[in-house]
T-cell receptor
Framework: GNSVTQMEGPVTLSEEAFLTINCTYTATGYPSLFWYVQYPGEGLQLLLKATKADDKGSNKGFEATYRKETTSFHLEKGSVQVSDSAVYFCALSAFSGGYNKLIFGAGTRLAVHP | EPEVTQTPSHQVTQMGQEVILRCVPISNHLYFYWYRQILGQKVEFLVSFYNNEISEKSEIFDDQFSVERPDGSNFTLKIRSTKLEDSAMYFC?????????FGQGTRLTVV
């Protein structure tokens, strides 16, 4: 079946540090891959996506590259800010039975300190 | 920018009572979903809805749950007889078939 595995958190960084949150997936067929962000007390916001191998999704300084050979979609940011503190969810969407369903990883909490 | 809206933002109910969570998906979207997130835990799929019927449901979505699209704009989740373990954030989402857009969620507290 389809599944997503993320690195466990929390990840604690100082402001301006480099961020990597690892995500790997298992899927049949050719899924689309997503990163969602959940700020404290809020809903899920789509951060970025990639729909095919070697695509790079990017938004707000975050990037992730769809790597089919390693079945990975790691999230990176060159210089994090305190305002990036949130929970980050990796997800995949596999078209099956005529529709798409998002399957989420467990989430990784990021805490950025000044 | 179009968005998914959910009401109420917070609902407190007594165990055994029925609750209806409401969602207005983005207007040109065709696929609708309910997910839930128990505090601090992962986001769990409940049900997907397309072409006025359920496409798939998880094992969580038992006979106590139902969904409806009563008027072409609203998408509702009903829990007939709430249990303490139904306390969670419930998220509605809609999509055109790619990435889904989520509402802000309804926090359901069963006491």
């Amino acid at each position: 079946g389809n599944s997503v595995t993320q690195m466990e958190g929390p990840v604690t960084l100082s402001e301006e540090a480099f961020l990597t949150i690892n995500c790997t997936y298992t899927a049949t067929g050719y899924p689309s891959l997503f990163w969602y962000v959940q700020y404290p007390g809020e809903g899920l916001q789509l951060l970025l996506k990639a729909t095919k191998a070697d695509d790079k999704g990017s938004n707000k300084g975050f990037e992730a590259t769809y790597r089919k050979e390693t079945t990975s979609f790691h999230l990176e940011k060159g210089s994090v800010q305190v305002s990036d503190s949130a929970v980050y969810f990796c997800a995949l969407s596999a078209f099956s039975g005529g529709y798409n369903k998002l399957i989420f990883g467990a989430g990784t909490r990021l805490a950025v300190h000044p | 920018e179009p968005e998914v809206t959910q009401t109420p933002s917070h609902q407190v109910t007594q165990m055994g009572q029925e609750v209806i969570l409401r969602c207005v998906p983005i207007s040109n979207h065709l696929y609708f979903y309910w997910y839930r997130q128990i505090l601090g835990q992962k986001v769990e799929f409940l049900v997907s809805f397309y072409n006025n019927e359920i496409s798939e449901k998880s094992e969580i979505f038992d006979d106590q749950f139902s969904v409806e699209r009563p008027d072409g704009s609203n998408f509702t989740l009903k829990i007939r007889s709430t249990k303490l373990e139904d306390s969670a954030m419930y998220f509605c989402a809609s999509s055109t078939g790619g990435g889904a857009f989520f509402g802000q969620g309804t926090r359901l507290t069963v006491v």
